[in-house]
DNA sequence: ATAGGGTTAG
């Protein structure tokens, strides 16, 4: 059987394929075991083989439960799971007798994935008929299943009739009370187990992360008898899920100092911390370790690469890691760049790069075209957009989403096209929800139209009534319009409800370590130091740069963060202000601000940057100003 | 064969 040994050599379809040719020559293509294996290699170990495998199974002659439950396998864990729940009933009308413990695990396994009760139930029942529903595996995916779909109670039910559970069981009923987010229910669980794997420990950990409570995941981590890949991926990404960046930066290190190989995971989950935190420096490490260890050619890895370097603002370094990627691009790649080349308000690349991608026979998916849409509107390409919004369902025939909707008021909305922006939302297809109102009234505040940001108002006091940043919003549209006694009212309810506004912050990267600012909050000697800073640049741009502070540019604070009074000042501020005194003869300084910068922090960065000569990167929650020479890169359109 | 961690847009 030289022709089996060489099955398992066959990476690719086209290896495959010429394999089955030779096999054809030899009549060895009639032996159902040699029909089988090569079915179930096809559709299990290639890569997107899964159709070339059904394709076999229905146009064989005789096909038997082997190949049946190859193809069933090959779909359970692919992005169409519901072909595997379609080929099994298609052997339960033609091989009904040979369905197996098998068959029933894999289309459990679909179901679970499909979160689909009602065809898990099914396949219970079918379980049920041919005496399988305490088989080990089988029972085991029908706790999993249940679980999936959020049914605890079956999953217990199910779990309380196999007679010998093993430690996977286990997992699997710890699983869904997670899922359902039943914390003590799964701690009894842990608590009753006969036995732990590392993948207990790791679900705890996980579960506990998930919910932020990095107290008590801290110390099922220390406490484990064996840390595995899974552990410390788990905890690198549950912290920087959670905002821990530094934390997870820290995990990082200690995860390198015990000499355990970081895998593709936990690089991704530390680059993830880092782009959101703006930590270059650390994310060049990170970079520089990928290489060493070998995983350059993880695809993912090289995606979440140019994010980092993207939201860390080097898109040439992002550019750099797309053309030298040795692994394939994905769609996924080609968004990050669209999407890092859109936050610095290059337009014009973005554009040019997506038709390059459709040049290179990538499909765009709906993800793609909200990525160019926000390329277009960050740059005020509104008639481009237009076309690429009309081209998404006539070409490709994606019905466009929520968010599409979205991207094309804020695309009309942004330029100033406040009617186009009204008539859109009114003849949408999909009722529109709070963040399309929200971007509007967003809209409205920036080009100052009270009597539509009015209209915006009422839609979304009935959607969501207690946002806090809409009021600010809204009482900053007044008090620009000079409606001084309504923006008082707005405030008051706001006081009256006792509406908090989420706090600014921004962080600032020295000597690989990140320092955050707060406005308004004081104390520690960082914060001190930049006050001392900030109290002698304002006062240089003011003589030098003609700086004149504004009071309506305070009040127009675009977001959340609060007037702190006269002496505080905007988080951003400073952690400029903090760079400038340490970093010396710095000709840049970065920083990264959680909400979006407003006007009055945008002049005065502008100022700096002429008087002090430095260029300023300021990443804010929507994109990137560049600062230089007295000008920004947005051209003061945000 | 059955249980655990992941990249993009807002």
Redesign the pocket.
């Known amino acids: 059987m030289k022709q089996l040994s060489l099955l398992s050599s066959c990476k690719s379809l086209r290896s495959l394929q010429q394999l089955q040719a030779h096999a054809t020559k030899s009549s060895l293509d009639a032996d159902p075991l040699f029909a089988g294996k090569l079915l179930l290699h096809c559709a299990v170990h290639i890569s997107d083989a899964h159709d070339y495998a059904e394709r076999l199974l229905l146009h064989s002659p005789n096909p038997n439960a082997f190949m049946y439950n190859a193809v069933i ?1 090959g779909f ?2 692919s992005d169409s799971p519901r072909r595997s729940i379609s080929t099994f009933s298609l052997m339960l009308r033609n091989l009904s007798s040979q369905i ?3 068959t029933l ?2 289309s459990l ?1 679909s179901a ?1 994935n499909l979160r689909c009760l009602r065809t898990g139930a099914q396949l219970h029942c079918q379980a049920l008929l041919r005496g399988l529903e305490t ?4 029972g ?2 029908l706790v ?1 299943m249940y679980g ?1 779909c959020g049914r605890v109670e079956f999953a217990r039910d199910v779990f309380d009739e196999i007679p010998e559970p ?4 286990w ?2 009923l710890l ?1 869904a009370f997670f899922r359902r987010g039943d914390v003590g229910g799964a701690e009894r669980v842990f608590a009753a187990m006969p036995a732990k ?4 420990y ?2 705890m950990l ?1 579960g506990y992360a998930k919910l932020g409570e990095f107290a008590i995941a801290g110390k099922v981590f220390d406490e484990m008898p064996l840390k ?7 905890m690198i ?1 549950g912290l920087a ?1 959670h905002g821990w960046y530094e934390e997870a930066f820290a995990c990082f290190l200690r995860l390198r100092r015990v000499g355990t190989r970081p ?4 690089l ?2 530390v ?2 911390a880092c ?1 959101q935190a703006g930590a270059l420096e650390f994310a060049k490490m990170v970079h520089c370790f990928v290489e060493k260890v070998g995983l350059i050619w ?4 090289n ?2 690469l140019m ?1 980092t370097y ?2 860390c603002g080097s898109v040439d370094m992002a550019r750099l890691v797309f053309e030298r990627m040795p692994g394939k691009r ?4 080609w ?2 760049l669209i ?2 080349l ?2 610095q308000g290059h337009g014009e690349e973005a554009l040019a790069l997506f038709l390059e991608m459709e040049g290179s026979g990538v499909e765009p ?4 075209f ?2 160019l849409l ?1 390329a277009c509107t960050h740059a005020g390409l509104v008639e481009e957009g237009s076309e690429m919004f009309d081209k998404m369902s006539n070409l490709y025939r994606l019905d466009p ?1 929520i ?1 599409h909707y ?2 094309m008021v ?1 695309l009309y909305g942004r330029a100033g096209q406040l009617a186009r922006a009204y008539e859109f939302v009114i003849q949408m297809p999909i009722p529109p929800n709070d ?1 399309i109102w929200r ?1 509007l009234l967003g809209a409205c505040s920036f080009h100052e139209n009270v009597h539509l940001a009015e209209k915006a108002r009422d839609k979304l006091s009935e959607i969501d009534p207690n946002n806090s940043g809409d009021r600010v919003l809204l009482s900053n549209i007044y008090a620009v319009a000079g409606k001084w006694r309504d923006a008082a009212a707005v405030r008051r309810s706001m006081a009256e409800l006792k509406l908090r506004k989420s706090p600014g912050w921004s962080r600032i990267e020295v000597d690989k370590m990140v320092y955050m600012f707060v406005a308004g909050v004081r104390g520690d000697d960082a914060t001190r130091e930049a006050y001392e800073k900030l109290g002698e640049v304002m006062s240089r741009i003011r003589v030098e740069g003609g700086y004149v502070p504004e009071v309506v540019s305070v009040l127009h604070d675009v977001e959340e963060e609060e007037k702190e009074g006269a002496v505080a000042a905007h988080s951003e501020k400073l952690a400029v202000a903090f760079g400038m005194a340490r970093s010396g003869g710095a000709r840049r300084v970065r920083v990264v601000k959680n909400l979006r910068v407003c006007r009055d922090c945008h002049n005065v960065m502008k100022l700096i940057s002429k008087v002090y000569e430095l260029e300023i990167v300021l990443r804010d929650r ?2 990137f100003h560049c600062f230089k020479n007295g000008n920004c890169s947005c051209k003061d359109y945000w």
């Open positions: 396998r359970s864990d197996d413990s098998f695990a894999f396994k679970a088989h080990i595996f089988v085991t995916t999993s999936e093993n430690t996977v069981t997992n699997a699983t794997s590392p993948t207990s790791n679900l996980g595995d890949e899974v552990s410390w991926s788990t990404l899920q895998n593709e995971v936990s991704t989950g680059l993830s782009a993880i695809t993912p890895v995606n979440a994010d993207s939201k994905s769609i996924v790649s968004t990050t999407a890092g859109a936050m998916d709906a993800t793609a909200v990525a926000y989403e968010e979205g991207c804020d963040v971007t929507s994109r």
